[in-house]
């Protein structure tokens, strides 16, 4: 496991990157209290914090886009200046986003070749020899769309294969990944785990930053931990453990999480849902959502499960089947019917389809809960003491870490950001609550308090259906589970059938399996 | 990991503060450079309470249409139709008046209506059928020309307007004050009440701020943005009337170049006081400047050509100026 990760040292020369007691503050801040990490050719190097740790720092330091306060970088033991993207680029060092940008308009080998020098014929691009340079590269990575395709209708996974193409396209000698499979599928984060092993295997150092310890442990040789902007742990071999990088991330001991009951599941159903569809993503999916039960709906991304929300949401009509919300029949015409009728959603992008992000905190918390915090409903002016009193009572509640109700919420971290999306919803009781990926991209802190929150709201008799790709949230949390696939439900798992193993396996196998406890 | 955006640090706070403090006060600070150089320079014309009472008189006009139209742009749309609305609800109402002989009361009250109903249109236009808003009000502005047109055959309604609706825009029925900037200060607190202090208000400005996270949230994204159109087809039906009441006559194109001054007033607006936010009472001080600014240059005799190019180089400074805000408040 540990084999390479210090060839490149024990034969003497030095690693191909070296960041030594980087620091660096903005204003009176320090991000980065002085971090040391090193990255050798043909090691997958981890990285690993929560959220503020430091992490996206120090990527902004090596990509060039800020400067360091103090310390060294070096590049193959030779101390470097990356003043820009193009310098760090033209030291090998290659960057794909946790969001990635690309050209909807252009096809997949232009968004390869985008802002490169190009190959020409008589003063135009020939775009037939690129593509004959690129094509084996792009094979090698996996990307199976041809390359003369839109890069409109790829997939996120697709695009991920793109940008690693474009990386190898520019001889990177190191990749930095941030986050790579928070839009990924099990699948597609298995295709991508067995490129990141070639990409070592023919010496490319990878950088690989994530929450997701699962991965982590799979694929890293060495692990940095990052906690408070110092580099407090590197971890390899046998030390290597997913306690030892948690209580590394924490800096203290953490207890595993409890295991639920579903002893308070009652049988009634909240919300049934009955041959839905809508063509292509949705076909024919019924099942029954009940009260004081949380719901998993596991699967690959794109198997349908955000357009099965969207429908259950009003956010778009279904074309065939139908649905009852407590017995009576329900057909919500846009997501204000159903807010009316009783749900809440939160979706899958908050910072998109979530919040407003430059209004504050109690403004978008109040969203949801006008009719609350106004006077009167004859007169609806709005009182700022109600509104005061819902923003605190939610900062108290959901343990929100802002220094008060009126910072814009753009300014919240992650998991803050969500715990707002999610508290829109509890202010005013309701039936049934709908949470699309809830805890992407938020730190291992926020996580469990994102669970044991979905946990509580269930326990009081909400019923809750939770989106989640990756199959390892959904046991923790969970009364039972839905597996769907190319949009149909194919798997239900309860009790102690639900495992990460039998949601992968569902995820796969497309096959119709029911298994009770 | 990048849950601040690109560029988000890389000010320092304090310079940051400071900038955005700067860009929320330079406008304030600007008017009142403005009001301080022409008294300075011509102490005996401008800085006398009459001047003072007549600019906010003509700035009234201006104010009530730009109030309007901010309510349009917090949704998040342009509405081009204003400037040509406005004028053919002046046309209508003198017409009514005069041709119709229709009480002064009931032809206020149906021009009104009518400036609800083309922000209807507008409304129905851009959240129905998809349209641009630019394209859908520019299509309807340009479809109300025509309309005035075959109305009045670009004749102007002068002969037989009644003392009665002069004296709307004329008179001083309240504390000798002019009654445009009465009716200007109602429908500026109005609409300042609406959008700040309602129920309805955080609607809009959560439609404005990201219509998809509204959408989502359970607000009625269609029926906010219609409500924006329409209180910007209503108030530029009562400039256009006030208008037409000041002139003592009814003119195709009279009212057209308010349009200007109302995108001028709500993009300065926007940049006074908060990051690139139109608001209500920042479109009040966004007209203050432009008609000070108007007001002084007449003052001074300054030629035709120069408010032209006033009027284009505060437009596209006011622009300038809103987005570097919204630049500032989403780093």
Redesign the interface.
């Known amino acids: 496991m540990n084999d390479s990760a210090n060839r490149a040292e024990t034969l003497g020369s030095p690693p191909f990157l070296s960041v030594r007691s980087v620091s660096k503050s903005y204003g009176g801040a320090e991000a980065l209290r002085g971090v040391s990490l090193s990255v050798s050719s043909g090691e997958v190097h981890g990285l690993v914090g929560a959220n503020g740790a430091g992490k996206s720092t120090l990527i902004r330091i090596l990509a060039g886009l800020t400067q360091p306060d103090g310390g060294d970088i070096l590049v193959d033991g030779r101390r470097v200046v990356a003043d820009s993207p193009q310098v760090a680029g033209r030291l090998g060092m290659s960057f794909i986003h946790q969001e990635l940008a690309f050209v909807p308009g252009m096809t997949v080998l232009e968004n390869i070749m985008l802002g490169m020098p190009k190959k020409t014929r008589l003063g135009v691009v020939d775009w037939r020899a690129i593509a004959k340079d690129v094509a084996p590269i792009a094979g090698r990575v996996g990307v199976r769309a041809p390359l003369d395709a839109n890069a409109k209708g790829l997939s996120t996974a697709e695009n991920w294969l793109v940008n690693i193409t474009r990386a190898l396209v520019l001889r990177a000698r190191l990749i930095v990944m941030d986050e790579p499979t928070a839009a990924l599928s099990a699948a597609e984060a298995e295709r991508l785990f067995s490129i990141i092993r070639d990409l070592r295997r023919s010496g490319v150092a990878v950088l690989y930053v994530s929450h997701r310890l699962d991965e982590i442990l799979e694929l890293c040789q060495r692990v940095t931990v990052f906690r408070d902007g110092r580099s407090v742990a590197e971890l390899a071999g046998t030390e290597l453990t997913r306690q030892a990088i948690v209580e590394a991330i924490v800096g203290g001991v953490v207890d595993a999480p409890a295991k639920r009951t579903s002893a308070r599941v009652s049988g009634e159903a909240a919300l049934s849902v009955r041959a839905l569809g809508r063509a292509p993503r949705v076909k024919a999916v019924s099942f029954d959502l009940r009260k004081g039960e949380v719901l998993g709906l596991g699967g690959l991304v794109g198997a349908g499960r955000t357009e099965l929300a969207r429908l259950l949401f009003g956010a778009d009509r279904p074309q065939t089947g139908s649905m009852t919300l407590e017995g009576k029949p329900f057909a919500p015409r846009s997501p204000a019917d159903a807010v009316k009728s009783g749900l809440g959603f939160v979706p899958e992008e908050r910072r998109v389809e979530g919040l407003i992000l430059t209004k504050s905190l109690a403004f978008n918390l109040s969203l949801a809960n006008l009719q609350s915090i106004v006077f009167h409903r004859t007169a609806p002016f709005i009182s700022g003491a109600r509104r005061r009193t819902l923003a605190e009572r939610a900062i108290r509640d959901l343990a929100i870490r802002t220094a008060s109700a009126e910072m814009p919420v753009g300014r919240l971290s992650g998991g803050n950001q969500q715990k707002v999306v999610i508290a829109r919803w509890l202010a005013s009781k309701r039936k049934v609550l709908i949470l699309d990926e809830p805890t992407r991209g938020v730190d291992v802190g926020a996580r469990a308090e994102i669970h044991r929150l979905i946990r509580d709201l269930a326990a009081e008799g909400m019923a809750v259906l939770v989106i989640s790709s990756e199959p390892e949230e959904l046991p923790d949390m969970c009364d039972r589970a839905l597996v769907m696939a190319e949009g149909r439900i194919v798997g239900e798992l309860a009790g102690a059938a639900l495992t990460r193993e039998r949601i992968i396996a569902a995820s796969y196998a497309g096959a119709v399996e029911r298994q009770e406890a | 990991?990048?849950?601040?955006?690109?560029g988000a640090?890389?000010l320092?706070?304090?310079?940051k503060a400071g900038l955005s403090l700067f860009a929320r006060y330079a406008t304030i600070l600007g008017l009142a450079a403005m009001i301080v150089v022409f008294s300075l320079l011509s102490p005996e014309a401008f800085p006398t309470f009459n001047n003072f009472i007549n600019v906010l008189n003509q700035a009234s006009l201006a104010m009530i249409i730009a109030g309007g139209l901010t309510l349009a742009v917090i949704v998040g749309e342009l509405d081009l139709s204003i400037g040509y609305a406005a004028s053919l609800h002046g046309v209508l109402v003198t017409g009514l008046i005069v041709h119709d002989k229709l009480p002064i009361g009931l032809a206020i009250a149906i021009v009104l209506g009518l400036g609800a109903l083309v922000g209807l249109v507008n409304g129905l236009i851009v959240t129905k059928l998809r349209v641009n808003s630019v394209i859908a009000t520019l299509g309807v502005g340009t479809i109300i020309v025509g309309l005035s047109f075959a109305y009045s055959a670009g004749v102007p309604i002068v002969a037989g307007v009644p003392e009665g609706f002069l004296q709307l825009a004329l008179g001083r029925w309240l504390f000798g004050i002019p009654n445009p900037i009465i009716v200007m200060a109602v429908v500026m607190a109005a609409l300042w009440?609406l959008v700040e202090?309602?129920?309805?208000?955080?609607?809009i400005?959560?439609v404005g701020?990201?219509p998809?996270?509204?959408?989502?949230?359970?607000?009625?994204v269609d029926r906010i943005k219609i409500l924006g159109f329409v209180i910007s087809g209503v108030c530029a039906a009562l400039t256009g009337t006030l208008l037409a009441s000041r002139l003592g006559s009814g003119t195709t194109s009279a009212a057209d170049s308010y349009l200007l001054t109302a995108f001028a007033a709500v993009f300065l607006g926007s940049a006074t006081l908060r990051?690139g936010?139109f608001h209500v009472l920042g479109t009040f001080i966004g007209t203050l400047i432009i008609v000070f600014g108007f007001n002084g240059l007449n003052i001074f005799g300054a030629p035709t050509f120069s408010q032209y190019v006033f009027q284009g180089a505060i437009l596209i400074v006011a622009v300038a100026l809103s987005s570097l805000g919204r630049m500032m408040?989403?780093s």
């Open positions: 990991m990048s849950d601040l955006p690109i640090r890389r320092s706070p304090s310079a009440a202090r309602t129920a309805i208000g955080q609607e400005q959560a701020g990201n998809i996270a509204a959408r989502l949230a359970g607000i009625g990051d936010e408040a989403e």
